[in-house]
């Protein structure tokens, strides 16, 4: 008896030690920090079974009409994207062809040709021409912008469906 007596004083010590030097609260661990942009792939690269063959006429705001061939629409990769207030995606270029569709909040898309930008609510779309067009976009907007982006001309196996670019000299992008 007199051994677990001290026992338990010994473990009430320890406690008591631990109060003293780390503080009288435990801390919980703090919430994780969002990442920035957030990519999840919702369907691995596809192939249309038919022989299917696409060109795609674009006039985006500012520009001239824009005609984007479709070598082989045939490999499709669909992802969501989350960005969070304030993030940018870094300027890069795709492949092919990009639709995006804005499901929740904002995005500003800013196009290396001119360096113009144009804003994306919820509930519009747009087309990246791809094909070497380097872009950037932001999240202008107060909370997380979700979107989903549906890439045709993916490269076969795993390679990227995204490529880096340096951004235009003297480019600015919009923040808010």
Not at 68 to 87: E, F
């Amino acid at each position: 008896m007199l051994k677990r007596l001290r026992n338990s004083a010994l473990v009430l010590a320890i406690a008591t030690t631990g109060v003293c030097l780390y503080g009288g609260s435990a801390q919980a661990d703090p919430t994780p920090t969002p990442t920035p942009v957030a990519i999840e792939v919702l369907t691995p690269r596809a192939a249309f079974t038919d022989h299917a063959s696409m060109q795609i006429r674009l006039k985006a705001i500012g520009q001239g009409i824009d005609v984007i061939k479709v070598s082989d629409p045939s490999n499709v990769v669909t992802t969501r994207v989350t960005v969070q207030p304030g993030a940018q995606i870094p300027w890069h270029t795709h492949p092919g062809p990009v639709i995006v569709t804005i499901a929740q909040g904002e995005l500003t898309y800013t196009s290396s040709e001119g360096c113009t930008s144009q804003r994306y609510p919820a509930g519009t779309a747009f087309i990246d021409p791809g094909h070497g067009h380097v872009h950037t976009a932001v999240n202008t907007g107060p909370t997380e912008t979700v979107f989903t982006a549906m890439f045709f001309e993916a490269p076969a196996g795993t390679a990227p469906v995204s490529i880096p670019a340096d951004a235009p000299a003297g480019c600015k992008v919009p923040t808010s």
